[in-house]
DNA sequence: TCAAGCTCTGAATCGTGATTCACTTCTTGG
DNA sequence: CCAAGAAGTGAATCACGATTCAGAGCTTGA
């Protein structure tokens, strides 16, 4: 035997892959998952088509991971600005700007993540990407409640409306060309809208509603 | 000359197009827009594959009609629900619960209307979807503002992030093969939600917030 | 430097499903 | 009943991009 990998060579895999990566995340950023052919990643990267084979097993696989990293960073930006000692209220009001903030710029990307049509594959990792964002908020109620700033509430399902809530009021904005839409006011509407929800003690009319 | 199309054959026609978008609507219905390949439904209406090509331009010609009708009755539906005499409070509340309650029945339905993968053609018939929902939620808004009901907000806004809201809810135990999930819980916790956002006077801390 | 064995290349292949079209079958007015 | 056309058929074609693979080019330890 006389060829054995070795460190260099690992090395210059990782770079390869990385550069694969890279060349991935920008087509989507720049033209949405349809515009990311495999050709279009190789050529990104400085490789030829069949060499991303050599790094992931399939298309799939590789936006899968792209779409991982670009999710885990979205959500860790946002735990993080939202971590701060402050009140829940101001803690829960921290995360929905930096979501939205984030998303309204690089609104391709954030449209990528949110509601692109992509393959099935991809897709889990869309949900894996919501969920995320969902414990978050959940995590964040669930705070609130312990110290008594919110009232008792499915955690769970506000959770998820949240993350609904403001995904549907920016994929608004965001899917069109943007148009000249005043962004701080619709951060401002969706904060207001978001605190509210989770807020608001039972009104005479929910709770005569939930009687019934 | 001697043939010349007449009413008889114009009804065969029209009959032969129902048959179509009824075997593709129960597709999608069933198994989602992926489930529904052309030739699947001319098998299911009893054509040739080529005959579904008589009577629309394209795949995604005949598939932007079902996601038409098939939205037009949703929203129709939850419309005429919530038109009642009540006060806005409850109109909301009932919209809601219509929605809600509509797309877990037919699940698979909601799901491909609200969420699934599908051509970009079709898509532009979700997002008219998407925003007859917000149209008719806005009003509701808009009207509970008139009636004193509701406090001063971003209209579009708020319904946006109420039709996000409710989908979000929605598809999270929509998606999966639904568990046993309590669908009863989760429309009564999303209809508390719902109200609280759009309710709520501004507190101290958003209005301190928007201040800044 | 060399043989062994790895990696890279990109044109050719493959799979999938929409779309077409030469042909058959039906309708109609005369 | 007939000829002119229209509608219906479904196997063949096409489009498209993911995936493969035979050969070229590198790396390595000896």
Redesign the interface.
């Known amino acids: 035997m006389a060829y054995r990998p070795t460190e260099r060579t690992e090395a210059r895999r990782l770079e390869a892959r990385e550069r694969i990566l890279s060349a991935a995340i920008d087509l989507v950023a720049q033209g949405g998952y349809r515009a990311a052919s495999v050709s279009a990643v190789a050529d990104g990267a400085g490789v030829a088509t069949g060499s991303v084979y050599r790094h992931f097993p399939s298309k799939a696989g590789l936006f899968a991971e792209v779409f991982r990293r670009a999710s885990q960073r979205e959500v860790n930006a946002v735990v993080a600005a939202s971590a701060g000692e402050d009140?829940a209220?101001?803690r829960l009001?921290t995360a929905i700007e930096t979501f939205a903030r984030r998303a309204l710029r690089g609104r391709r990307l954030a449209w990528a993540l949110l509601a692109e049509?992509?393959?099935?594959a991809v897709?889990a990792q869309r949900?894996r990407f919501?969920r995320a964002y969902?414990d978050a908020f959940a995590s964040l109620l669930a705070d609130g409640i312990a110290a008594g700033v919110f009232p008792e509430?499915?955690v769970e399902?506000?959770a998820?409306?949240?993350?609904?809530?403001?995904?549907?009021?920016l994929?608004?904005p965001l899917?069109p060309a943007g148009d000249d839409v005043d962004d701080d006011?619709?951060i401002?509407?969706?904060?207001?809208?978001?605190?509210?929800?989770?807020?608001?003690e039972?009104?005479e009319?929910?709770r005569h509603?939930?009687a019934a």
């Open positions: 009140n209220v101001e009001a049509p992509v393959d099935p897709e949900l919501r969902r509430q499915r399902v506000a998820a409306a949240l993350v609904g809530a403001i995904g549907e009021a994929v608004g899917s006011g619709v401002d509407a969706l904060i207001a809208f978001c605190i509210s929800s989770v807020t608001h039972e009104t009319h929910v509603r939930l």
